[in-house]
């Protein structure tokens, strides 16, 4: 089992910035693809971005491309997601999953990810 915490979420004005930090704890974090994912209200949840069990290779939704970065620390557990210029049409909750690497990947399907954090709410405003 692997533990999953987000956190870092808020209400921000558009243009901003919010870093979100995801916990892990229970396995060896660096066994594991890392993404985060978003949902909205009233929307199925979309693929944010992901980044490799090594921090070698990172993806991202176009939506995203450019404005998010995320990053990870396998000596502290955590992973991060860097929010710059945010929109409103980011407003959502995030959130972080794991999925145990050694095979295929499809970095953008929710089904990949066997783990899931509790998600974090980012508000975008006007």
């Known amino acids: 089992q692997v533990q999953l915490v987000e956190s870092g979420g808020g209400l921000v004005q558009a243009g901003g910035s919010l870093r979100l930090s995801c916990a892990a704890s229970?396995?060896?974090?660096?066994?594991?693809?890392m993404g985060w994912f978003r949902q909205a209200p009233g929307k199925e949840r979309e693929f944010v971005a992901a980044?490799?069990?090594?921090?070698?290779?990172?993806y991202y939704a176009d939506s995203v491309k450019g404005r998010f970065t995320i990053s990870r620390d396998n000596a502290k557990n955590l992973v991060y997601l860097q929010m710059n210029s945010l929109k409103l049409e980011d407003t959502a909750v995030y959130y972080c999953?794991?999925?145990?690497?050694?095979?295929?990947?499809?970095?953008?399907?929710?089904?990949?990810?066997?783990?899931w954090g509790q998600g974090t709410q980012v508000t975008v405003s006007s």
């Open positions: 999953a794991a999925e145990p690497r050694g095979g295929g990947w499809a970095v953008g399907t929710p089904t990949e990810y066997d783990y």
């Open positions: 229970g396995r060896t974090f660096s066994n594991y693809n």
């Open positions: 980044i490799r069990w090594s921090g070698g290779s990172t």
